[in-house]
């Protein structure tokens, strides 16, 4: 058999690595635009700077994934602890929020989202993120952080996105299910009956993130694999309904009997008019450290801010800057039509005024700002994702799989789930966010 695999990010490596390792004996290949390996958990070394895209540290609660991540890390990898913030009414609070942050709110946020414990809206139909917010939290708390946050994070009002984008945006990435903040009654309880969660995190040794595909890819090498870096794909050839090779956008044409898609999935169904937010990371080298960049990630609310979350690499591990310096990385979301996207530079003068504005940099320490382009860095569920994607006639022995090709906002634990279900021949699901 010839296996093909499109991206190799963390979905395409754990499927060839685990293909190779499970002793088949397929032509295994993986074909990937850029060239270095790692898709969004890829890292930059930038003058003695290691920079992720944002912020990526491991996590799980599958015991397999678990297993997976040691036997590649084996022993090249550290534990930290959890440390992010949110910024809100000009200040840095803890998140998840303690007692202290929340009580710190000002007083009007304070006394009306408490007030919206006894009256929050009745929606019986839920449709939107927006009935989500507004029924889980309240109309204060929705007007005061979600509804900006969306629409600066998104470009679009939280009126017009899927409830998915509930899970994806809210329960994953600002509310901490385990410590039981998925409404506002749960969340007060949680803030009067604190029960701290200690989590731990697994981050490399060395390098970045990327390190981890690195491991990766030597296996796939030594078991005989092929790794095509500087490689896009475009397209299927199909031969009586079923694939039959990938064509590349050089001409090439690779052959295959199955194809595992890990790309976005619009490359090949771009007549769904599904759509991805794309990434602009600035990654800000400072001359010295700010000891108040004391988080690893903070989520910034405030529209008036050109960025949504900083990361501080040297809080994930110290010797990811030269002894004495600091990093911050900014991220901002937009798309491809975006003057930003073209032109990153012209908002570099914002970009340092507003870092400033909130204390990450000093302004007079800035070494450099190394610009990163990401492309499809987080599917957009708009209100009809679903009968878009209901829409797509899946050919025999093409997998769509993966966070672009799935059209699922995986983190990488999902990723490398999914991958080692599909290896193990169990059918994989989409919802992994809820296996533990
Ligand atoms: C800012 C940010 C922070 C995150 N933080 C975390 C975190 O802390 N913890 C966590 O677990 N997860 C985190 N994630 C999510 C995590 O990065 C992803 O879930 C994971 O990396 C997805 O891996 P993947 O292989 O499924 O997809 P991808 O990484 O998107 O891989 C797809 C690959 O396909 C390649 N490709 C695209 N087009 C083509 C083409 N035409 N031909 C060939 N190749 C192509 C891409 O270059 C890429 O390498 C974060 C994501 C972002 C954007």
Redesign the pocket.
């Known amino acids: 058999m010839k296996t093909v695999i499109?991206?190799?990010?963390?979905?395409?490596l754990t499927l060839a690595e685990r293909i190779l390792a499970s002793g088949s004996n397929d032509e295994v290949t993986v074909?990937?635009?850029?060239k270095a390996?790692?898709?969004?958990?890829r890292s930059f070394h930038v003058d003695g700077f290691d920079f992720d895209?944002?912020?990526?540290?491991?996590?799980t609660f599958n015991a397999g994934v678990d297993t997976y991540l040691q036997e590649i890390l084996a022993d090249h990898f550290i534990q930290i602890s959890r440390k992010s913030s949110v910024h809100m009414a000009g200040k840095y609070r803890n998140w998840p929020l303690t007692l202290v942050s929340v009580m710190g709110l000002p007083f009007p946020v304070l006394w009306n989202s408490f007030l919206d414990l006894f009256n929050k809206p009745d929606i019986p139909d839920i449709k939107s993120f927006a009935d989500f917010i507004r029924s889980r939290y309240g109309n204060n708390l929705y007007s005061f952080f979600f509804s900006g946050y969306t629409r600066k994070f998104t470009g679009i009002n939280a009126e017009e996105l899927h409830v998915d984008w509930a899970q994806a945006g809210v329960n994953r990435a600002v509310i901490d299910k385990r410590v039981k903040a998925d409404s506002l009654l749960s969340l007060a309880k949680g803030l009067l009956l604190p029960k701290p969660v200690e989590t731990k995190f697994y981050y490399p040794a060395t390098g970045g993130i990327q390190t981890f595909c690195d491991l990766q890819c030597k296996r796939i090498q030594a078991a005989g694999g092929k790794l095509l870096f500087k490689?896009?794909?475009?397209d299927l050839l199909k031969e009586n309904g079923s694939v039959s090779a990938v064509i590349l956008e050089n001409g090439e044409t690779i052959p295959a009997d199955k194809v595992y898609w890990?790309?976005?999935i619009t490359?090949l169904y771009p007549e769904t008019e599904l759509t991805f937010i794309n990434?602009l990371t600035a990654n800000v080298a400072l001359s010295s450290e700010i000891p108040d960049n004391d988080y690893q990630w903070c989520y910034f609310g405030h529209e008036d801010l050109i960025f949504s979350r900083l990361t501080v690499p040297r809080n994930f591990r110290k010797d990811c800057v030269p002894s004495g310096r600091d990093s911050v990385i900014a991220?901002i979301t937009c798309n491809s039509d975006a003057e930003m996207w073209k032109k990153p530079d012209t908002i570099k003068e914002r970009l340092l005024r507003d870092l400033k504005s909130v204390g990450a940099i000093r302004g007079d320490d800035v070494l450099f700002v190394n610009w990163e382009k990401?492309p499809?860095?987080?599917p957009v569920y708009t209100l009809d994702y679903k009968e878009k994607l209901a829409s797509i006639n899946i050919p025999e022995g093409l997998f769509l799989t993966?966070?672009?090709?799935a059209f699922w906002y995986?983190?990488?634990?999902?990723?490398i789930a999914q991958a080692l279900s599909i290896v193990q021949g169990s059918e994989y699901k989409k919802d992994f966010w809820n296996q533990r």
């Open positions: 499109v991206g190799a990010g963390l979905s395409g074909i990937e635009r850029e390996p790692g898709g969004l958990a895209i944002g912020p990526h540290r491991f996590h490689r896009s794909a475009k890990t790309a976005p490359i990434t991220e990401i499809e860095t987080y993966g966070r672009s090709g995986n983190n990488m634990d999902h990723s």
